[in-house]
């Protein structure tokens, strides 16, 4: 089974308007940690936010939010106030247990477009 | 800013021959390190686990044997590529402990 699901391979929004990224992820652990990346067409992987599982406040970092729906397994991503440049890959990633030496397990990706 | 780094940044060789990426932990000592290929369109994928001192973990299907990989330092460890194939062409990225969740820029591989 897939660990982590991104079901829309492609996402629209106009400039100014904010949009949600959807991921759903699957692990037995109780302590696990959600991560999302944006990947521009330079294919640098740009850490946006982070959430650990045992984290009772949706993860905010600037225009981007977390809804972390642990009951659903779903973390999901909010862009705000959308921009040109959010235009790219975003990918959602998972790292199953409480070390940090843990490998990252990726989603398919969604593929973000802001048009003016 | 960056954390990780890697050279180069895309390199392009001939089939049959080898090549040599490199990832170093910036101002961090990384015990481990991750090895990801990402191919066009697609997602990234774990190859490798490098853990300094030690043989790399690799991950099932990989082939150890054409993927070498040593982490002789705290802050390096390197992929070589060996007898480089056309279908071999991707996009390598690491990242490190304890800060894995920082990538490097990556390493586009093309070979021809």
């Known amino acids: 089974a897939q660990k982590i699901t991104q079901t829309q391979p492609g996402m629209f929004v106009q400039e100014k308007e904010a949009v949600t990224l959807d991921c759903t992820y699957d692990t037995s652990d109780q302590s696990y940690g959600l991560f999302w990346y944006k990947q521009p067409s330079s294919g640098e992987m740009i850490f946006l936010i982070y959430?650990?599982?045992?984290?009772?406040q949706n993860a905010t970092e600037g225009r981007y939010s977390l809804n972390f729906q642990k009951a659903r397994k779903s973390a999901n991503l909010v862009i705000s106030a959308s921009q040109l440049g959010d235009s790219a890959m975003y990918f959602c990633?998972?790292?199953?247990?409480?070390?940090?030496?843990?490998?990252?397990?990726f989603g398919r990706g969604t593929q973000l477009t802001v048009w003016p | 800013g960056a954390v990780v780094s890697q050279h180069p940044s895309w390199v392009i060789c001939k089939s049959g021959t080898s090549v040599k990426i490199e990832c170093r932990s910036l101002d961090f000592q990384a015990t481990t390190m991750f090895w990801y290929r990402q191919f066009p369109k697609q997602s990234l994928m774990l190859m490798a686990t490098s853990n300094e001192g030690s043989k790399a973990t690799y991950e099932q299907g990989v082939e150890k044997d054409k993927f070498l990989i040593n982490h002789a330092s705290l802050t390096l460890s390197t992929l070589t590529v060996t007898s480089a194939h056309p279908e071999d062409s991707s996009f390598y990225i690491c990242?490190?402990?304890?800060?894995?969740?920082?990538f490097g820029p990556g390493t586009r591989l093309t070979v021809t």
């Open positions: 959430q650990g599982s045992y984290d009772e």
């Open positions: 990633a998972m790292r199953e247990g409480s070390s940090t030496l843990g490998r990252l397990y």
């Open positions: 990242s490190a402990t304890p800060r894995e969740q920082y």
